[in-house]
């Protein structure tokens, strides 16, 4: 963690502890992502408006039809990811950052696709005021990932294919995982990992995203 992280957002430490203790009782294990939920001040990733509600364990609107997750989903993507040790993460959706920033506290490489310029230029910004350099963002599409920096050993998605598309599956290295909630109406979170040609799906839990559009906001 660093000094600038540690420095950002002291006087809501306790409520941040409260929200992970609701985050334990949900049944969030790890101790590095229990450890980041702490520390990460999530208050600065929304309108001010807003931060008064930061830490409530629920999604929240940041403009243009996107939400902030809620803290148990970032806590338990992470936790999936972890779990199987990668290095090199690709995140589609951007979106506030605040994903972003639980995941460059824990892996080393974080490469970031987001569609919304607006929301990408504010991202950007507030992970600079973490001082947070383990991050590359891209504009871009991102149902096409970001082949050109593949393959990674993670991919999170944080918006709702109605199935995951083959060109991220084909940017997943041997023995690495994706997590992505999939689905229209019935959304279910998913874990894929590549073995070889094949792609092991797991389905873990019931949940709710906005769907994965293509295009892109400038």
């Not at 639980?102 to 991202?123: C, G, K, T």
């Not at 593949?150 to 999170?156: A, L, N, S």
């Amino acid at each position: 963690m660093n000094a600038t992280l540690q420095g950002i957002g002291m006087t809501s430490r306790r409520t941040r502890m409260r929200l992970v203790q609701r985050l334990k009782e949900a049944g969030i294990q790890s101790e590095p992502v229990l450890d980041v939920m702490a520390d990460v001040p999530r208050h600065i990733f929304l309108d001010e408006a807003l931060s008064h509600r930061a830490y409530e364990d629920t999604s929240l609107p940041i403009g243009h039809g996107q939400t902030l997750s809620q803290p148990y989903i970032v806590a338990r993507m992470t936790e999936l990811l972890l779990a199987h040790e990668p290095n090199r993460i690709l995140e589609l959706g951007t979106g506030s950052g605040y994903q972003t920033a639980i995941l460059a506290q824990i892996f080393p490489e974080i490469f970031s696709v987001e569609r919304i310029r607006p929301l990408q230029d504010r991202a950007r910004h507030r992970l600079r005021q973490l001082d947070v350099r383990n991050v590359q963002m891209k504009h871009a599409d991102g149902g096409m990932g970001w082949p050109d920096k593949g393959p990674f050993d993670g991919i999170i998605v944080t918006a709702a294919p109605e199935e995951i598309p083959e060109e991220l599956l084909a940017q997943l290295d041997e023995g690495g995982v994706l997590i992505a909630p999939v689905g229209e109406t019935d959304q279910v979170l998913v874990e894929v990992v590549r073995r070889g040609d094949r792609f092991v799906r797991r389905d873990l839990e019931p949940v709710r995203f906005v769907p994965l559009l293509g295009g892109v906001i400038r």
